[in-house]
């Protein structure tokens, strides 16, 4: 039976101009923030050097793998944007998931070297000029806290994986110069040189944490795992609740890239009503309690199908080993018959 799928063709045409818009606007943010990042970041680098403090020397270092996920997920961006093919399908839209993922892997490099360096300074702690450090932390606090205000316009920080990740590199990087300011301020105080590398340490979990659920949540995404806010079983109980619905199969969702929810499904109807009415009720239904943007379903008869199928399914180990028998050439039915 062939694949029926239906869009509302205005509404795709609005959804387009909207993405597009958007997508304008999160490379703008990702651009400005890449510039205000590399120039106080060779700002950071020389006090670091000047100051011989390794809160500002991992500040400085977190700030250079700033510059290349903000560069990272700028491109990653631009590549989401460009239109789908026939060899690609789906489109590029995934290119910012793996953006954030790597993203993510970096950051966590990033939160062990932290820690390593500052076990290696608690053992012989160097004497730091932490009115210079003071200084310069207190100019890469303005520089990340205009960045990280740039990325969160629009809210595109809380539900996009890409700019996430982007900015997460920008909040670890707050978090270094507040902790780089206040090391500063306690050596100047008490000339405990242990605080700087503890302040790090402090700062590294931080970031880790950030880190590993951001990489988390990309490898979810590219593992096809069904969204967190969508309960699989409230979605089938959605699906029979509606009139002309006997039951669902083969049902799968999962995330495409952020912001948008994919679903597909085996529909078993009645034929109390015509297909094509069922549909829209069953887009409309999905899309205004699920936010579940693309359909594609396919209606079967089940009292004409049942027994007749195939067995092919991704739902179980079996069924997916019928597939894939069937790939081959053989019909797991015909040899089961002539066994």
Known sequence: MNLLHRHAAADADTHHHHHHDHGDVK????????????TFMVIEVVGALLT?????????GHMLTDAIALALALGAGWLAAR????????????????????????????????????????????????GLMLGVAIAG??????????????????????TRGAFLHVIGDMLGSVGAIAAALVMMATGWWYADPLLSAGIGLLILYGA?????????????ATPAQVDVAEVREAFVATEGVQGVHDLHIWTVTSGLIALSAHVEVDN???????????????????????LTLQPETASRTRGQWNGCSIDTV???DDCLTIRRGANPRTEQVHA
């Open 272 to 294: 109390s009503r015509p297909w094509d009415d069922l549909l829209v009720d069953l887009h409309r239904m999905l899309g205004d309690r699920f936010d579940i943007g693309h």
């Open 318 to 320: 079996a069924g997916v």
């Open 141 to 162: 606090l303005i520089a990340n806290a205009v960045s990280a205000f740039v990325l969160s316009r629009g809210g595109g920080h809380t539900h996009d994986l890409n």
């Open 212 to 224: 590993w659920r951001l990489l988390k949540e990309s490898v979810d995404v590219l593992m096809e």
């Open 83 to 130: 239109p789908a093919t026939n060899r690609r399908s789906f489109g590029f839209a995934r290119a910012e998931v793996l953006a954030a993922a790597v993203n993510a892997a970096m950051l966590i490099v990033i939160s062990l070297y932290i820690f390593w360096e500052a076990w290696r300074r608690m053992t012989d702690p160097p004497e730091i000029e932490s």
């Open 52 to 60: 011989d403090s390794l809160a500002l020397l991992a500040d400085a």
């Open 27 to 38: 490379r703008r943010n990702l651009a400005i923030a890449l510039g205000i990042t590399v």
